[in-house]
């Protein structure tokens, strides 16, 4: 997710959330599964949060006979009266007419416009589009997707509450939140997370991802970069 640029400015959009299991952003179909072939490693990247002015990082999964699997990072909510950026999820636009940012296809929504006034508008969900601001009430954020891979379900991809007089909160890392813009204060996005299922353990990994089991499958959530070799 990407953050907000100033006060009375845009949400974050939110990263863009790739699936083959319980949810795909933006409306889209569930992604097909993947082949992880014996002996190859896999290389995993987990993007940052969105900074001031600057998209989130691009989450992706790479490796020889794959197919480049990559989740686009959130757009940031625009300053006033300029153009929110575009991502997974596009953030919102600043006040004093700032423009939405676009979502991409099959990952995320757009932001909202912001307000003719003070409020700015929300940031773009994988399950949602930002919320337009309503009187001196920032726009609401774009709702997530709820994603059970894990075996247990987690909430990921939300947009950012557009600045106003509502009151943002810092987002929680690897969740892909966009951030949030207070009445004065921005916050940074949330970080991104890859988990992959498969039926067969790794042979080893990098990075220290988290391993569980759940069921007749191996899960490993990585929280950041590394490779796993299968």
């Given at each position: ?107 995320g929504y757009d932001g909202a416009n912001g307000g ?47 600045g106003g007089s509502t009151t943002g909160s810092a ?39 988290t391993y569980t089991t759940s069921g007749s499958y ?13």
């Open positions: 997710g990407a953050n907000t640029s100033a006060e009375q400015s845009g949400g974050g959009g939110a990263g863009g959330l790739r699936s083959t299991v319980t949810a795909t952003g933006g409306g889209g179909s569930l992604e097909s599964a993947v082949t992880l072939n014996q002996g190859t490693t896999y290389t995993i990247t987990v993007g940052g949060g969105g900074a001031i002015a600057a998209n989130g990082g691009n989450s992706s999964i790479q490796g020889s006979g794959l197919t480049t699997i990559t989740s686009q990072g959130g757009g940031f909510g625009s300053g006033r009266g300029a153009t929110a950026g575009s991502g997974g999820s596009g953030g919102g636009g600043g006040d004093y007419g700032g423009t939405k940012g676009t979502g991409t296809l099959n990952q003719g006034g003070d409020p700015g508008g929300g940031g773009g969900g994988a399950g949602g589009v930002g919320g337009a601001p309503v009187g001196n009430t920032g726009g609401a954020r774009g709702a997530g997707l709820a994603v059970s891979i894990t075996g247990s379900s987690v909430t990921y991809a939300q947009g950012g509450i557009g987002s929680d890392a690897n969740t892909g939140k966009g951030g949030d813009s207070g009445e004065s204060t921005s916050y940074a996005g949330g970080s991104g997370v890859v988990i992959l299922r498969a039926t067969q353990a790794a042979l080893s990994t990098t990075g220290s991802p191996h899960i490993y959530k990585f929280t950041g970069s590394g490779s796993i070799t299968y």
